[in-house]
C-alpha cells in the first residue's frame, strides 16, 4: 500500500476544510530554537507511546497489522512505540486518532504537536504513564546488575 506524502496530506485536509483556518506546523522553517522540552510534554509522549502500543495489543495485531490497518508508516509506528521522544507527523496522529476512535486534538497534544488547555489533561496523562507500566520481576541479569550498581552508588 503507497502512503500520501505529508505536505500532499495537508493540503488535502486543508482543502476539505473549505475555508477554514488551518494551520500545519511542519511545513514552517522555525527561525527560534525550539524550547526545552517539559516534563508535561515527557509524560505526554510516553502516554502517547503506551497507548498506541495497549491499544494494539488489545486489539492483537503486531506492529505491521496495525501499521497496515491504521494506514501509517511502519517504521513511523515503530517509532512512536519505542521512542517516546519521537513526535509523529500530523497524518499519523490524525489516522491513529479516527482508527482508534479518539480525539484527535487530544492526540496531537499527547504528540507534542498542540499544547494542553487544562491541567486535568497533563494530569490524566503522567497518572496513565504511570499506570500502565506492567510490574514484572525482574531477570536474574537484572536482578545482578541491579545489584551490582546499588553497592556501586552505595559505596562511600
Same mark, same amino acid.
Given at each position: %500500500?503507497? %502512503?500520501? &506524502?505529508? &505536505?500532499?496530506?495537508?493540503?488535502?485536509?486543508?482543502?476539505?476544510?473549505?475555508?477554514?483556518?488551518?494551520?500545519?506546523?511542519?511545513? %514552517?522553517?522555525?527561525?527560534?530554537?525550539?524550547?526545552?522540552?517539559?516534563?508535561?510534554?515527557?509524560a505526554? *509522549?510516553?502516554?502517547l507511546?503506551?497507548?498506541?502500543?495497549?491499544?494494539?495489543?488489545q486489539?492483537?495485531?503486531?506492529?505491521?497489522?496495525?501499521?497496515?490497518?491504521?494506514?501509517?508508516?511502519?517504521?513511523?509506528?515503530?517509532?512512536?512505540? &519505542? @521512542? &517516546?521522544?519521537?513526535?509523529?507527523?500530523?497524518?499519523?496522529v490524525?489516522?491513529?486518532?479516527?482508527?482508534?476512535?479518539?480525539?484527535?486534538?487530544?492526540?496531537?497534544?499527547?504528540?507534542?504537536?498542540?499544547?494542553?488547555? @487544562?491541567?486535568?489533561?497533563?494530569?490524566?496523562?503522567?497518572?496513565?504513564?504511570?499506570?500502565?507500566?506492567?510490574?514484572?520481576?525482574l531477570? *536474574?541479569?537484572?536482578?545482578?546488575?541491579? @545489584?551490582?550498581?546499588?553497592?556501586f552508588?552505595?559505596?562511600?
Amino acid at each position: %500500500m503507497r %502512503m500520501p &506524502d505529508e &505536505d500532499a496530506w495537508i493540503r488535502q485536509k486543508a482543502e476539505e476544510e473549505d475555508g477554514a483556518l488551518i494551520s500545519a506546523g511542519c511545513m %514552517m522553517i522555525p527561525t527560534e530554537p525550539l524550547p526545552a522540552v517539559t516534563s508535561d510534554a515527557l509524560a505526554a *509522549r510516553l502516554s502517547l507511546s503506551r497507548f498506541v502500543q495497549l491499544a494494539r495489543l488489545q486489539l492483537r495485531f503486531n506492529k505491521e497489522q496495525f501499521a497496515s490497518k491504521t494506514q501509517i508508516p511502519l517504521k513511523e509506528l515503530v517509532c512512536i512505540e &519505542d @521512542d &517516546d521522544q519521537y513526535t509523529p507527523t500530523l497524518r499519523t496522529v490524525h489516522m491513529l486518532a479516527q482508527f482508534l476512535k479518539v480525539s484527535h486534538v487530544k492526540l496531537l497534544t499527547l504528540a507534542g504537536l498542540a499544547q494542553a488547555r @487544562d491541567a486535568q489533561f497533563n494530569d490524566a496523562a503522567v497518572r496513565f504513564a504511570a499506570k500502565s507500566e506492567p510490574i514484572r520481576q525482574l531477570t *536474574r541479569e537484572e536482578q545482578e546488575a541491579f @545489584d551490582e550498581f546499588a553497592r556501586f552508588l552505595s559505596a562511600r
